[in-house]
């Protein structure tokens, strides 16, 4: 399935953004949905991942409590809503996709991935 993330900008700290992720050509009710982010010079990081009911989700550490995933399966999109910024938040934001119930937080069990979002988050 191929995807498409939207919606990075710049924000200040402590501001709001949210991040959609889209498939062009089917539906992704069937699909767990994960976002991972990449700052540079650093390793890919799990960020939020949701289960294709939208009824499961598990988050990476640095963004529990600021960060909420959720999805419209009416409408297709995976949303991403970033909270209390921080200026470490700063990176290319990538969704991926895995067909099935299985939701995991690694980057390599992934097969379908979007183009990346840059947010950055000033000081």
């Known amino acids: 399935v191929q995807l498409q993330a939207s919606g990075g900008g710049l924000v200040q700290a402590g501001g709001l953004l949210r991040l959609s992720c889209a498939a062009s050509?089917?539906?992704?009710?069937?699909?767990?949905v994960a976002w991972f982010r990449q700052a540079p010079g650093k390793e890919r990081e799990f960020v939020a991942v949701?289960?294709?009911?939208?009824?499961?989700?598990n988050f990476g550490e640095s963004v529990k409590g600021r960060f909420a995933i959720s999805r419209d399966n009416a409408k297709n999109p995976v949303y991403l809503e970033m909270n209390s910024l921080r200026v470490e938040d700063t990176a290319v934001y990538y969704c991926?996709?895995?067909?099935?119930?299985?939701?995991?937080?690694?980057?390599?069990?992934?097969?379908?991935w979007g183009q990346g979002t840059l947010v950055t988050v000033s000081s």
């Open positions: 991926a996709a895995r067909l099935g119930l299985v939701m995991p937080t690694t980057p390599a069990l992934y097969a379908d």
């Open positions: 050509e089917r539906p992704l009710y069937r699909y767990s």
């Open positions: 949701i289960s294709g009911s939208g009824g499961n989700t």
